[in-house]
């Protein structure tokens, strides 16, 4: 199989560097996204579509990174682009707010099961720190429960004393716990009755670098009960899980319902916009607390918004997306270890995370992973992975022959295994 | 902010330590020690203690030994840390007779080793002078970021995040390496490479790597352009990174 080349991607990211700090940073870069080695990845798309997006050398990869989730219905998805279309005709970022939005929420609220009313902004990270805002404005309180390893974002308070330009004050209301572990919240809250405003994660875990691992039997309603019990709000961040688990909600898929939920990726397809939605407990507190931003009401993600969900709610999007994502990953447990590699898949199938653990440096994984990419199938080798709708049955199968391509270069490098 | 212990155990574990290298890089120290046979204790109160050697013509760094020609006290980190700073003298518990060791070849030493570690942009023009500070600073800062990581409170925060297993970092262009090994928040730094790595960081050569370490040019862009490559485990260089980053405000 033939391997591609990146001369152009080259050129233009030596181009970059000298404009932009690090030339792309953040998660879509070579250090962020552990482009390993560095040689095997592109770094700049010249066009997508579907599941595909082209770099500018005109190489092609099956995208299994969805633009780290957003992509859900395959990218330039004709029914969003021509409801985007439509509403660029009229409006977009307007003085008064287009009354799109109203009925954007009311398709949100109508879809999400916990949801009484949505509030909009842009990034993950607003709804995550505003549904911290939120709940200390209702409850009074200060502290936080959150889970080691978890991610919300990378607003200060997300983040870990000792990394740059975090100070003490950013973190000192956090208080962490393992996930999956009840009694130590529960300790927790005991020891803190009235300090805790919030708990907050992920309807089940997936950090990176490390096997997701779903909500034990009966976490979450144990967590719903000790939250009701004393007074703490329960946030979910569903900004990466939403509607690739249900559309009704992650919460809805585990069997509980959360206070507040946080959505983003998966909202526009592409379209920026994040919605946090809560229950009408907490209407007044949301009411209460100043939080806005530039471009924060614009039409156009609404549009998208309303044709996005109403599209994957046709399409049944979440298992479509896990089936699809038990048939690709099943294959390539199979090729696997057909040549003698242990691949080992956790998670939800639509948003699943991989390695190979015949070594726990995950440098047989870093090996394969960077001979896929260079032969067309795009994956991150520490990251949880994404399927989106429009993945073919075809795509899964010349992701199949890529992947047992890549297992046998990488076999032929380590005669040792 | 910097904290005197975490200073005095980099000025004896990593600065200090740079002597061994110093007198097999430098030809005028080795053939200033070439005839030694000295053993220097260095003991902080509430802080490290230590032992250089000089004998067969290399110099040796060690925490722990039996003997030695001189001891040296410091009532505290911040007295052994002026004494650095050439503000504060030791106190000697023995060897009062080879206070002129200490006083020639020692002083002539350490002016040495400062002279390579305090670079001008003229020096750096000098290739050798370029490969020897070069050498000398990423030993520093390699050590140096093991005794930030077990002793600094913000950096104790990092090294507990970085998990267990040992982490190679060499310089593909010269025979400088050391491994890091970590284990349950404690980091110990060993010259060489190990078989056992977990993950490994790679400076390509050595101009790059004198950029990096004096911040000329930012580690994400060399990864970018793979003068620096990153491999394995990347959660335990992530966090190492982040103590390296602590460990230049011990080192300006």
């Known amino acids: 199989m033939q391997t591609y080349t990146y001369n152009k991607n080259q050129e233009l990211f030596k181009k970059a560097l000298k404009l932009i700090p690090t030339g792309v940073y953040g998660h879509l870069g070579p250090a962020e996204g552990c482009f390993i080695p560095v040689c095997s990845y592109p770094f700049f798309a010249s066009r997508a579509k579907g599941s595909y997006f082209w770099d500018v050398d005109g190489n092609r990869f099956i995208d299994y990174m969805c633009a780290y989730g957003p992509n859900v219905l395959g990218y330039n998805d004709d029914d969003v682009d021509n409801a985007v279309a439509e509403q660029m005709k009229l409006c977009n970022c307007t003085t008064a707010p287009s009354s799109i939005m109203i009925d954007f929420a009311e398709l949100l609220v109508d879809t999400v099961d916990m949801a009484d009313w949505a509030f909009f902004a842009k990034n993950g990270g607003d709804v995550t720190s505003f549904a911290l805002m939120v709940a200390k404005a209702a409850t009074g309180r200060k502290k936080t429960i959150l889970i080691n390893g978890g991610y919300h974002g990378v607003a200060p308070w997300t983040q870990k004393l000792g990394h740059p330009g975090i100070c003490q004050e950013d973190v000192i209301n956090n208080i962490y716990v393992d996930w999956n572990n009840y009694e130590q919240v529960e300790k927790i809250v005991k020891e803190n009755p009235n300090d805790i405003a919030c708990f907050m994660a992920t309807p089940y875990h997936h950090p990176v670098f490390t096997d997701s691992e779903l909500p034990s039997k009966d976490y979450w309603q144990k967590i719903r009960k000790l939250c009701t019990d004393y007074g703490i709000v329960l946030a979910i961040d569903d900004v990466r899980c939403g509607f690739r688990l249900d559309m009704k909600g992650s919460d809805h898929y585990f069997g509980f319902k959360a206070d507040l939920m946080c959505f983003c990726k998966a909202l526009g397809n592409g379209y920026n916009f994040s919605a946090l939605c809560g229950t009408d407990a907490l209407k007044d507190a949301v009411s209460s607390v100043m939080y806005t931003g530039s471009y924060w009401l614009s039409a156009i993600p609404f549009a998208a918004g309303i044709a996005c969900i109403n599209k994957m709610k046709k399409l049944k999007a979440p298992k479509l997306m896990q089936d699809k994502g038990k048939k690709l990953t099943a294959g390539l447990v199979k090729i696997a270890k057909s040549y003698g590699f242990n691949l080992k898949v956790s998670g939800v199938p639509s948003m699943w995370y991989m390695r190979i653990t015949n070594d726990d440096s995950l440098t047989l994984h870093q090996e394969w992973i960077s001979e896929c990419v260079r032969r067309g199938a795009f994956f991150a080798n520490h990251h949880n992975l994404f399927i989106n709708c429009s993945l073919s049955d075809d795509d899964i199968k010349l992701t199949h022959e890529i992947a047992a391509d890549s297992f046998r270069a990488v076999k032929n490098n380590h005669k040792e295994l | ?252």
């Open chain 2, 1 to 252: 902010m910097t904290q005197e212990p975490t200073k005095a155990y980099i000025n004896l574990y990593a600065i200090f330590r740079d002597l061994e290298d110093l007198c097999e890089l430098d030809e005028d120290m080795k053939a200033l020690i070439k005839d030694l046979d000295m053993t220097i204790k260095f003991i902080v109160k509430n802080g490290p203690k230590g032992f250089l050697s000089f004998k067969n013509g290399k110099c040796t760094f060690c925490k722990n030994l039996d003997k030695s020609n001189i001891t040296l006290y410091f009532k505290s980190p911040s007295h052994f840390n002026n004494m650095i700073d050439g503000k504060a003298n030791p106190i000697p518990l023995k060897g009062l007779s080879k206070i002129s060791f200490l006083k020639n070849e020692f002083i002539t030493l350490t002016d040495k080793l400062t002279y390579y570690l305090k670079p001008t942009p003229s020096l750096l023009e000098n290739s050798t002078y370029l490969r020897i500070n070069t050498i000398l600073t990423a030993y520093t800062a390699f050590f140096a970021l093991a005794q930030v990581g077990n002793t600094d409170p913000i950096g104790k925060l990092n090294a507990e995040r970085i998990p267990d297993g040992i982490i190679n970092v060499s310089i593909t262009e010269s025979n400088t390496a050391i491994h890091l090994i970590v284990k349950d928040g404690h980091l110990e730094a060993k010259k060489g490479l190990s078989p056992n790595h977990r993950a490994s960081m790679t400076f390509t050569d050595i101009a790059t790597t004198n950029k990096i370490l004096t911040g000329a040019i930012d580690t994400y862009s060399c990864i970018a352009t793979q003068k620096l490559e990153m491999k394995g485990y990347i959660p335990m260089l992530d966090n190492m990174n982040k103590l390296l980053g602590l460990v230049s405000s011990y080192l300006q």
